[in-house]
């Protein structure tokens, strides 16, 4: 009989459960604890019932684990130096999108040469979210496969739906279910009121289908997620992190009765893809919460070991270690100076609203 299925399928190999994964590298009750207490603090920021600006900083994805430990123990360090302004979520990106190709993520190709390694991918990037959260660092992730949140969500304290995939309607109804809050960026337009819109969806309770902690498919019915927030990330024509950008997107959360909870990426769009212009974008955002823009929750900074990117050579062991292989980023020194003037500034300003008001 002539074959009418998988027609396109080279092969298919089986891929260990979350529960198996678990059981391999395993969240002790502290972590659990310390990771629940984070989230709070991050929904609480959300909610505003936390003054603190999010600040979810880290490189553009992660491809070395061991160089992202390392700049997970300089960020610690540094987040609690700064715990009065700020609350410090580590960036740690394992998936990329991609408008037609390149390289997928960790997850996906963890040896970077197009052998697809899921299965290694997947539990590296389990190992290191312990690795790091055990360290008492919050972390965060888009969310781009439906699947793979099984595998790590239990050490998430964000994340986020990206421009890409936040009008799907897969990603909304997952969002619904997330136990963490989620942030939805604005169009690869610029335009916001398709995840204006995806917050509104993600609210309301909904069923998608999945796999449970063994493997097995099954239904998830959910609650709907409060802590939806929008992302402006900019657009392909203009940046959107100035005062009226912010204020029009406050406008429209507020006329869909939604909690005015926005977070400004300073990379991407906004940065012209420059990431020495992202220090421009944040100055600009500090300075309107600084003069009371109460919507603006946090941040995004795209920063690594050191400053720029690097294409993938054809042997990735001939990579830069500590430099971004997708967006450039800002170097540590440079991220440290940014964010201690951030602080300063946050200081400074509200001490003067408080003593003008």
């Not at 974008?281 to 050191?306: H, P, T, Y």
């Given at each position: 009989m002539q074959k009418n299925i998988d027609i396109r399928i080279e092969g298919v190999e089986p891929l260990a459960s979350p529960a198996t994964l678990a059981e391999k590298f395993p969240v002790s009750d502290e972590l659990t604890r310390q990771i629940l207490e984070s989230r709070q603090r991050v929904n609480d920021i959300i909610l505003g019932k936390d003054k603190r600006l999010l600040a979810i900083v880290g490189p553009c994805s992660i491809h070395d684990p061991i160089a992202a430990l390392e700049y997970a123990k300089r960020l610690k360090e540094f987040a609690d130096e700064v715990s009065d302004q700020l609350y410090v979520v580590m960036r740690t990106y394992f998936e990329k999108p991609r408008t037609i190709g390149g390289w997928k993520g960790l997850i996906l190709d963890p040896n970077m040469d197009g052998s697809y390694d899921i299965q290694g991918g997947i539990a590296t990037a389990r190992k290191l979210l312990i690795d790091i959260t055990s360290l008492g660092l919050p972390v965060g992730c888009e969310m781009l496969d439906p699947i793979v949140p099984q595998y790590i969500d239990e050490m998430l304290s964000w994340c986020s739906i990206g421009a890409r995939t936040t009008e799907s309607q897969t990603h909304r109804t997952l969002a619904s279910g997330m136990s963490v809050a989620v942030g939805f960026k604005n169009s690869t337009s610029g335009e916001y009121a398709t995840a204006v819109n995806a917050i509104k969806s993600a609210r309301q309770s909904a069923a998608f289908i999945g796999i449970d902690k063994h493997g097995n498919s099954a239904i998830y019915r959910t609650t709907g997620n409060d802590c939806g927030h929008l992302i402006l990330r900019g657009g392909d024509h203009a940046p959107n992190y100035y005062e009226e950008d912010v204020e029009a997107a406050a406008k429209l959360m507020e006329k869909l009765a939604l909690p005015k909870a926005i977070i400004v990426d300073c990379s991407h769009a906004n940065s012209r893809k420059d990431p020495q212009r992202q220090r421009r974008?944040?100055?600009?955002?500090?300075?309107?919460?600084?003069?009371?823009?109460?919507?603006?929750?946090?941040?995004?900074?795209?920063?690594?070991?050191?400053s720029g990117c690097q294409s993938i050579p054809e042997n990735p062991k001939d990579l830069q270690y500590g430099v971004s292989v997708t967006d450039g980023c800002i170097g540590w020194d440079d991220t440290v100076e940014t964010l201690n003037r951030v602080c300063n500034a946050l200081r400074k300003g509200r001490q003067e609203l408080e003593a003008y008001v």
């Open positions: 974008v944040l100055r600009a955002v500090v300075d309107q919460v600084v003069w009371g823009r109460n919507e603006i929750k946090g941040f995004m900074l795209e920063s690594n070991l050191f």
